[in-house]
C-alpha cells in the first residue's frame, strides 16, 4: 500500500501519538495545526475529570521560524 502525502489545510491538523513520553505531565499525542494560515504546535493529553470523566486537553503553540516541538516527541511527517 502506497503512503499518502499529507497536505495542510487551513483550520486542520493531526496529531501523532508520542513514543518517547518520560513524565505523566508530557503530551500523549503532538503534531500541527493550520488555523488562518498561521502554523501551531499541538500538543494533546488524555485527562480525566473530577468525576472520573475522560477527555482530550489540547494546547496549541505558535511556530516560529528556528523553533522545535518542546513535547519531546518527533512528528513523523
Known amino acids: 500500500m502506497a503512503q499518502q502525502t499529507y497536505e495542510q489545510k487551513d483550520n486542520d491538523g493531526v496529531a501523532f501519538p508520542v513514543d518517547s513520553k518520560k513524565e505523566d505531565w508530557h503530551d500523549d499525542f503532538s503534531g500541527k495545526i493550520m488555523v488562518d494560515g498561521s502554523m501551531y504546535w499541538l500538543g494533546?493529553?488524555?485527562?480525566?475529570?473530577?468525576?472520573?470523566?475522560p477527555y482530550l486537553k489540547m494546547k496549541v503553540r505558535p511556530m516560529q521560524?528556528?523553533?522545535?516541538?518542546?513535547s519531546g516527541g518527533d512528528i513523523p511527517f
Open 44 to 53: 494533546v493529553r488524555d485527562m480525566k475529570s473530577k468525576a472520573g470523566k
Open 65 to 70: 521560524e528556528g523553533s522545535s516541538n518542546s
